[in-house]
T-cell receptor
Framework: AQSVTQLGSHVSVSEGALVLLRCNYS??????LFWYVQYPNQGLQLLLK??????LVKGINGFEAEFKKSETSFHLTKPSAHMSDAAEYFC????????????FGSGTRLSIRP | NAGVTQTPKFQVLKTGQSMTLQCAQD?????MSWYRQDPGMGLRLIHY???????DQGEVPNGYNVSRSTTEDFPLRLLSAAPSQTSVYFC??????????????FGEGSRLTVL
């Protein structure tokens, strides 16, 4: 079975500062990992995904994440926060099987201070 | 493109009432799923389906039923609503094409209140 733990339900950074959102996973087989973003009163949209190719994955809006097997982590970063990045972010895990369910973490709400 | 369409967007029920949340997708996706979103708990998987006629339970299936008679539709049924089922519900679908690397496409959500 797979699971995801997101450390920190709320992260606040200043505009222009580094954004770091933490995600650790548990999986008995090699995982596929995703970060999704949810803006207020909307559904979720994909930021980026890791599917066993390059361990450093670049996504939309300047976000990237690095898969570290030894640490079972997939942390999301952005060098310089923008006000428009304020949203809730979810890490998700699944496996290679097309029948595998997709499990989400509890989410991290990102606030940006002017 | 319509994508994933959920109805209704808002619903208020009384305890014990039944209702069905509808979900339809026009992308010919094999995989469809229902999640509920509650503050501080993220998205929890209720039920999912990998094709017509095939459904399976997720993390929190109790109190919900699903069926998948067509590729396009995946309704979620509450047989006897309880206040604990007050939540925002999301339907999501994904193509499979022999792998599991595709992104989930989400509907806009259905906000359900049970009094």
């Amino acid at each position: 079975a797979q699971s995801v733990t997101q450390l920190g339900s709320h992260v606040s950074v200043s505009e222009g500062a580094l954004v770091l959102l933490r995600c650790n996973y548990s999986s008995s087989v090699p995982p596929y990992l995703f970060w999704y973003v949810q803006y207020p009163n909307q559904g979720l949209q994909l930021l980026l995904k890791y599917t066993s190719a390059a361990t450093l994955v670049k996504g939309i809006n300047g976000f990237e994440a690095e898969f570290k097997k030894s640490e079972t982590s997939f942390h999301l970063t952005k060098p310089s926060a923008h006000m428009s990045d304020a949203a809730e972010y979810f890490c998700a895990v699944t496996t290679y099987s097309s029948a595998s369910k997709i499990i989400f973490g509890s989410g991290t709400r990102l606030s940006i201070r002017p | 493109n319509a994508g994933v369409t959920q109805t209704p967007k808002f619903q208020v029920l009384k305890t014990g009432q039944s209702m069905t949340l509808q979900c339809a997708q026009d992308m010919n996706h094999e995989y469809m799923s229902w999640y509920r979103q509650d503050p501080g708990m993220g998205l929890r998987l209720i039920h999912y389906s990998v094709g017509a006629g095939i459904t399976d339970q997720g993390e929190v299936p109790n109190g919900y039923n699903v069926s998948r008679s067509t590729t396009e539709d995946f309704p979620l049924r509450l047989l006897s609503a309880a206040p604990s089922q007050t939540s925002v519900y999301f339907c999501a679908s994904r193509g499979t094409s022999g792998s599991n690397t595709g992104e989930l496409f989400f509907g806009e959500g259905s906000r359900l209140t049970v009094l």
